[in-house]
């Protein structure tokens, strides 16, 4: 393209000089011959003269002037024709070097990510075993708590008092490291349901009545008789129901009452349990949900927990083709505005096709 455009300047360079003087020549040879020629006598001619000048001088000169301008124009373009392609092989050349670079980005992230899905394996595995490996001594020694406390009126107050408190820690501890088997298997894709029609009502009565050890607080439900069966795992759906009463439980004040609410909407069942607590902060609401993520009460009292009922809750309910949501503050007040939880679970008249 260069070179085609630099072979154009140079003719037209040539044109430039060679073409005023073939039009002088031309011009001048005409008006000689029609002033001198046709009238016979050599002499000199105002018209002659004026018309040489203006056609044979002025004339050429434009063109001259002209093809001078052509011929920057043409210079210029050139300049940035060669400027352009420079820049476009510069251009090509760092796209090419960052292309590559991109690529070698990408397979140290792509190994970095293996390492990180191996290390995390690694780690489901060992707290899996470690779980595990906890889990058996741990019901020895629950049985034997069990069996010691059986008597317990034949011990002295001191021993009795320190065998309930070792009893219920024990029994704290093996529910978490059960949490922790349950959840490692639930990530793993290794869970087992075991779904099922759940007759909801009888399930949330014996959630309140039996699951849940609300103390002090009053726990006031309104569960229609009539709500449909859903297609779910009952014993989860219970473990479900329990960890968001309980939770309930540690973060409100004593004198307010739980609230427990299950309808139908839409084809869905919604079940809410609503507390009088001081309520989630908008930012936290999303981190609740979160693994080892706790909310402090606002007193400053630590609750006892792990941080893993609310996100082992939401694990289940997703996994049973439900959700979970929140709502703070749930009432009006502003010293009591409460927190609502509400599981939401679709409603299933047949036998799913896939079970």
Not at 167 to 192: C, P, Y
Request: one cysteine or more; a negative charge.
């Amino acid at each position: 393209m260069d070179l085609r455009k630099k072979r154009q300047l140079k003719q037209v360079s040539g044109i430039r000089f060679l073409l005023p003087f073939i039009l002088f020549f031309i011009v001048a040879s005409y008006e000689v011959w029609e002033h001198w020629a046709l009238e016979g006598k050599i002499e000199f001619d105002f018209h002659l003269t004026y018309e040489v000048l203006f056609f044979g001088v002025f004339g050429p000169t434009a063109v001259f002037f002209a093809l001078s301008f052509i011929i920057r124009l043409l210079k210029k373009e050139i300049t940035i024709s060669t400027e352009l392609e420079s820049l476009n092989r510069n251009l090509e050349q760092l796209v090419t070097e960052r292309t590559e670079a991109l690529k070698l980005r990408n397979v140290e992230l792509a190994q970095a990510n293996e390492e990180l899905k191996e290390l995390d394996c690694l780690k489901s595995d060992f707290v899996s075993l470690v779980s595990h490996e906890l889990r058996g001594p741990l019901t020895t020694l629950n049985g034997g708590l069990e069996v010691a406390l059986q008597k317990e009126e034949h011990l002295p107050p001191e021993p009795r008092r320190i065998l309930k408190v070792v009893a219920r820690e024990s029994k704290r501890l093996t529910e978490f490291v059960q949490s922790i088997l349950d959840i490692s298997r639930l990530e793993a894709g290794k869970f087992n349901f075991t779904p099922g029609p759940v007759a909801v009502s009888p399930m949330l009565r014996r959630v309140v009545e039996l699951a849940c050890d609300c103390g002090e607080h009053k726990v006031v439900w309104e569960i229609p008789d009539d709500l449909p069966p859903i297609w779910a795992d009952e014993i989860y759906l219970e473990k479900t129901v329990s960890n968001l009463l309980t939770n309930a439980v540690k973060y409100s004040p004593p004198t307010k009452p739980i609230e427990l609410f299950a309808e139908v909407v839409n084809s869905e069942l919604k079940i809410t349990v609503t507390d009088y607590g001081r309520g989630i902060p908008l930012a936290m609401q999303n981190k609740i949900f979160e693994r080892f993520n706790r909310l402090e009460r606002g007193d400053r009292i630590t609750t006892k927990g792990w941080g893993l009922g609310l996100y082992f809750a939401k694990a289940l309910t997703e996994a049973q083709d439900g959700k979970i949501s929140v709502k703070s503050p749930a009432h009006d007040s502003s010293n009591s505005p409460g927190t609502a939880f509400t599981i939401t679970l679709p409603v299933t008249a047949e036998v799913p096709e896939d079970v």
